[in-house]
């Protein structure tokens, strides 16, 4: 599921916002090259959210159409050879922002409550700390009550 679409791009930036995925030169967007670019996005944006939301989102917030529409924009003006300062600060803008919602210190807002399970464990739903493994303990609390 792609977190935008074509209509996104033209609603958000307009038309003219699709010469970067004119590949024929005719003046039309290549609909396939747009489909994919977005897809791209879509997975690069999840790629942040798998560590905070339960994924698939059971909603796309407005925020996330829009940095979906500026990556995939990325790609296309990339792949097209035609990338100029503001596709990259845009890009950069999008990841930006996508780390802060990776880190804790933005997040994303739904207007309908994330749907819960009703006989769900509280806890064991909710976003779990990863456990790394280590070497074994060289004192334990046995081993300092003998001291």
């Not at 609603?11 to 670019?37: K, M, P």
């Not at 940095?67 to 890009?91: P, Q, W």
Request: charged share 25%.
């Amino acid at each position: 599921m792609a977190y935008a679409a074509q209509n996104d791009i033209i609603e958000i930036y307009g038309q003219q916002a699709l010469y970067v995925a004119d590949r024929d030169g005719d003046g039309v967007a290549d609909t396939a090259a747009v489909d994919r670019a977005l897809a791209s996005a879509s997975a690069e944006i999840d790629s942040y959210l798998v560590g905070r939301y339960m994924l698939p989102l059971h909603e796309v917030p407005a925020i996330l159409r829009q940095l979906c529409v500026d990556i995939g924009i990325y790609r296309l003006a990339l792949s097209a050879d035609v990338l100029t300062e503001e596709h990259r600060r845009r890009y950069e803008d999008a990841t930006g922002h996508l780390r802060l919602i990776a880190s804790g210190k933005a997040g994303l807002v739904f207007t309908t409550p994330v749907p819960v399970d009703p006989n769900a464990d509280p806890v064991l739903s909710a976003a779990q700390p990863i456990v790394h493994g280590g070497p074994p303990r060289l004192f334990s609390r046995d081993e300092m009550r003998d001291i």
